[in-house]
């Protein structure tokens, strides 16, 4: 039973589980199928098995798969969880109802003005470097406050926030620590933490969105 439906409620289980454990509520952290480099044949079985919530890293491998498959289902919510360029910000906005990765200024003045001419309204989080890693996206936590103020004071955008990657060679748990710490500080009652390898220490941390890709559809080729 390896398939992608009993991965899928193996995973689920695992949450409840979490949750419990943690003495969260039942169905309190939304699972975030994350389906990169898989296409529609691969997809499928997790949307015939209930699975509504799913994330893509790239706006253009999105756009190639998505349209049909939600074509095929109403209530798909889609995640993007990837890095995203200022230039691809209008179809991030029109094909994406939850962006994971606002982390700079640019991103969020392209974000403002496209959802105000598309008059969708996407929900957002700021995606923190807790690790302070150079090579990888996400805001200086220290600078978390000023960047959540800024969003929303000078373009009218409402973070329901924060979202991390923690470094692949640490224990995760300070950093989900620490991005927990730093949303109540801020009022955010948001937490986008924990993939495959840890998701269920990010419900212990309070996640509310946990973002599961290769422990539901297997195993991805190319690194992405
Ligand atoms: C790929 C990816 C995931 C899922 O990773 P797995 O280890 O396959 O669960 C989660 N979050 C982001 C930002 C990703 O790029």
């Known amino acids: 039973m390896t398939d992608t ?12 589980r979490a949750e419990r454990t943690a003495g969260r509520p039942t ?10 480099t898989f296409f529609a044949p691969d997809i499928r079985p997790a949307i015939v098995a209930g699975q509504r919530l799913f994330g893509e890293n790239r706006v253009q491998e999105a756009k190639a ?4 498959l939600r074509a095929e289902t109403d209530d798909i919510e889609l995640h993007l969880i990837g890095p995203l360029q200022s230039n691809k910000a209008r179809e991030a ?3 994406f109802d939850v962006i994971h990765t606002v982390d700079r200024e640019k991103i969020a003045a392209a ?13 957002l989080f700021v995606q923190v470097n807790t690790g302070l890693e150079p ?3 996400g805001i200086d936590p220290r600078e978390a406050a000023a960047f959540v103020g800024l969003c929303r ?21 300070p950093h989900f620590a620490l991005l927990a710490q730093t949303a109540r500080d801020l009022g955010l009652a948001e937490l986008s933490m924990g993939m495959s390898a840890d998701f269920e220490t990010a419900v212990g941390f309070g996640a ?10 297997g195993h991805r080729d190319a690194p992405v």
């Not at 439906?5 to 409840?16: E, G, T, W």
């Not at 974000?111 to 929900?123: I, S, Y």
Request: some cysteine; charged content about 25%; hydrophobic content about 45%.
């Open 27 to 36: 169905g309190s952290t939304h699972l975030v199928a994350v389906s990169k």
């Open 111 to 123: 974000l403002a003005e496209e959802m105000a001419r598309l008059a969708k309204h996407p929900k």
């Open 93 to 95: 906005v029109e094909l």
């Open 135 to 137: 090579q990888k996206a």
């Open 153 to 173: 004071d000078k373009y009218g955008l409402a973070i329901c926030g924060l979202m991390c990657i923690p470094p692949a060679e640490e224990a995760p748990g």
């Open 65 to 68: 798969k998505w349209p049909e």
């Open 5 to 16: 439906a009993s991965r899928l409620a193996d995973i689920r289980h695992r949450i409840v």
């Open 208 to 217: 509310t969105h946990v973002r599961v890709g290769s422990a539901i559809f």
